[in-house]
């Protein structure tokens, strides 16, 4: 598979959050990273090129993965605010978003997401809830993962993604949309502790960094996405 008008995801953006922080985490504030995935420049601009990918599919063979550096350590329970523009139900929007956290789940004897229930709350503000949801965001991003972390002993306490309503979307891999299955796959995967790769001899791995529009390969892992998952979680 060939993708025309690549996109990007941003290098990882590491801030200071100050928050007032969960009891549990009395002795140190929560810190934030963002994850963003962004449009990528055309190369008459001098924006880095992604290398040609692998001719054909090795994501079974291909071992490759990076990790962020801190994991649940607890199931993360999630909220999906199902509302949108695009004319899908309810019940279809929640059927892909939990598939693809799912898809993450089967890898692994530790169950790192359980859906709670749907939500009117919007992802990225720090609440205590965990959710997905569309909302604006700048025009250049297809969607963003927030993900507060404790630096003491490395572990998250809560993740937001937030879907961008500049872009349309798509639960069927339609040409000229963005695919949820696709995209909620791989950021269900930062949500688990993944990083992005950059190489393109990782193209047909889910934590690969570069998407596209009506792409659906991410839907599925590869062997380092599930290595990666195992490094963290255990078989």
């Given amino acids: 598979m060939r993708k025309t008008g690549s996109l ?6 590491l801030l200071s959050f100050i928050a007032i922080p969960l009891s549990v985490y009395a002795a140190e504030s929560p810190h934030l990273m963002v994850v963003e995935w962004s449009v990528e420049q055309s190369d008459a ?10 001719a054909t599919d090795d994501s079974m063979t291909n071992p490759d993965y990076k990790l962020l550096g801190f994991k649940w350590t607890t199931t993360a329970n999630y909220w999906i605010n199902p509302s949108n523009t695009y004319g899908f139900s ?6 892909a978003i939990t598939t693809s956290a799912e898809t993450w789940d089967t890898a692994t004897s530790f169950q790192v997401f359980s859906y709670v229930g749907t939500t009117t709350r919007s992802a ?8 997905v949801s569309w909302g604006s965001y700048q025009s250049n991003v297809i ?11 490395r572990r998250i306490i809560e993740t937001d993604t937030r879907l961008n ?3 349309v979307w798509s639960l069927s891999g339609e040409d000229g949309k963005m695919d949820v299955l696709n995209i909620m ?7 688990c ?9 990782d193209f047909w791995l889910t934590m690969y960094g570069y998407s596209t529009y009506g792409e659906v390969y991410k839907r599925t892992l590869g062997l380092g996405d599930i290595n990666g998952l195992i490094a963290v979680y255990g078989v």
Avoid: C, M
């Fill in 124 to 131: 990225g503000t720090y609440d205590s809830y965990n959710v």
């Fill in 45 to 54: 601009r001098g924006k880095k090129i992604p290398t040609l990918p692998p």
């Fill in 185 to 191: 796959t791989h950021e269900f995967g930062h949500w």
């Fill in 143 to 153: 969607a963003v993962t927030f993900i507060w972390y404790t630096r003491i002993g």
């Fill in 90 to 95: 309810d019940e279809a929007v929640v059927t």
């Fill in 8 to 13: 990007v995801l941003t290098a990882l953006i």
């Fill in 193 to 201: 502790g993944l990083a992005d790769l950059y190489d393109g001899k």
């Fill in 165 to 167: 309503t500049v872009f």
